[in-house]
């Protein structure tokens, strides 16, 4: 019994051995196709990761590439970007200085007149109007005052034109703090305006039996300071035009010079309209005797044609006949002579009185020609 437990359990661990080499092959196969998969897979795997890093790397390099470029051209537009900071600082000192010497010369009232004059003449050529031809500057009236400029029209119009520049009071209401202050100086500067207005109106710019306009033009060479005469004073455009004065800006006197421009235009093209129907005029008169002196030399000439058809037919053809019966005459005389020479001279001159007489005789005959013939015969 012991035995068979002995034989039974080496049996056992014979088959028990067996069994767990076979396990432990199986599991080290097992384990060696498991690694070989594993390793396949690591290899795929490390492929595909290193060909994703050589795309990342790629796209890294490329931006790296681009934020340098990105540096560099920040670089340059901000050097860029400080020299025009640096520009414009200048330009604004100079700006700075320039508005400091318009202010300190506007403040001058000689230099303020002298500079609205160089506006109104920068307006003028802008407009295309030229001096001497379409526009004259300070020229003397009969009243003895000087406008700055006197526009020429045509039929001998003419259209003056004064510059003022207002701008101390409307440059002390700028400047002044107080509310009450800026208002005074306003009203001020309101006054100014009117005074300049009635030194318009008075120098006898405006007189239509001389030749002119029924308005003057007060030129104003400031926009803003013309905006702000009629904020403080709406009344004022209406107050000059009932005194003959016509207050423009800039803007407004290209307008006006544009419409009186094209008014001189229409007047020039009507009075070359009036001289070309008055030439028209002339034209009909002296077309309607030159066709009357036409038919009357074609009646003229018809009477002529009419004799010269006369002459060169029937009468002619008349003569031709006549001619013709004459020679005949002649030929049978002629012949009638050589046979008379054979006869008596008498009879030469018998026949020599016959033909005369015969001759005599033709002027009383209808046919003169028929009886010469029929005496030559």
């Known amino acids: ?31 060696s196709a498991e690694r070989r998969l594993q390793n396949h897979q690591l290899s795929t795997e490390r492929q595909e990761f290193e060909t994703r890093m050589v795309g990342i790397t790629a796209q890294v390099e490329r931006m790296q590439g681009l934020v340098r470029e990105l540096e560099r051209d920040r670089a340059g537009k901000f050097a860029e970007i400080a020299a025009r900071l640096d520009t414009a600082s200048e330009n604004a000192q100079t700006l700075t200085r320039a508005t400091q010497r318009l202010a300190d010369a506007l403040a001058n009232t000689r230099v303020r007149g002298q500079w609205g004059e160089r506006m109104a003449e920068d307006v003028l050529r802008l407009t295309g109007l030229i001096e001497h031809v379409n526009y004259t500057r300070q020229q003397a009236l009969a009243s003895g005052a000087r406008p700055d400029f006197t526009f020429l029209l045509p039929n001998d119009l003419c259209l003056h034109m004064d510059v003022k520049f207002p701008f101390d009071n409307y440059l002390r209401s700028l400047e002044e703090e107080t509310e009450a202050g800026s ?7 309101v006054r100014d305006v009117r005074a300049k207005i009635g030194e318009v109106a008075t ?40 005194r003959g004065v016509l207050m423009v800006s800039p803007i407004s006197l290209i307008a006006i010079l544009a419409l009186v421009r094209r008014a001189s235009t229409h007047l020039r093209l009507e009075k070359a309209a009036q001289e070309l129907q008055a030439a028209l005029a002339d034209f009909r008169k002296a077309w309607d005797r030159q066709v009357e002196q036409q038919e009357r030399m074609g009646r003229r000439l018809d009477d002529l044609s009419e004799d010269y058809r006369l002459l060169t037919g029937e009468r002619r053809r008349s003569l031709d006949r006549m001619i013709d019966k004459v020679d005949a005459v002649m030929d049978g005389r002629d012949s009638g002579a ?40």
Request: charged share 30%.
């Open 338 to 377: 050589g046979e008379r020479r054979d006869l008596t001279g008498g009879g030469s001159q018998m026949t020599g009185q016959e033909i005369e007489q015969g001759g005599e005789g033709g002027d009383q005959d209808d046919d003169p020609e028929e009886a010469l013939a029929e005496r030559g015969r």
């Open 1 to 31: 019994m012991d035995g068979v437990k002995l034989a039974f359990s080496d049996i056992s661990l014979d088959a028990f051995r067996r069994s767990s080499e076979e396990l432990l092959k199986f599991s080290q196969s097992s384990l």
């Open 203 to 242: 120098r006898g710019y405006v007189a239509p039996d001389a030749g002119t306009l029924e308005f003057a033009l007060l030129f104003i060479p400031n926009e803003q300071v013309y905006q702000a005469m009629f904020e403080a004073s709406p009344d004022l455009l209406d107050e000059a035009l009932a």
């Open 183 to 189: 208002q005074r100086f306003r009203q001020t500067f």
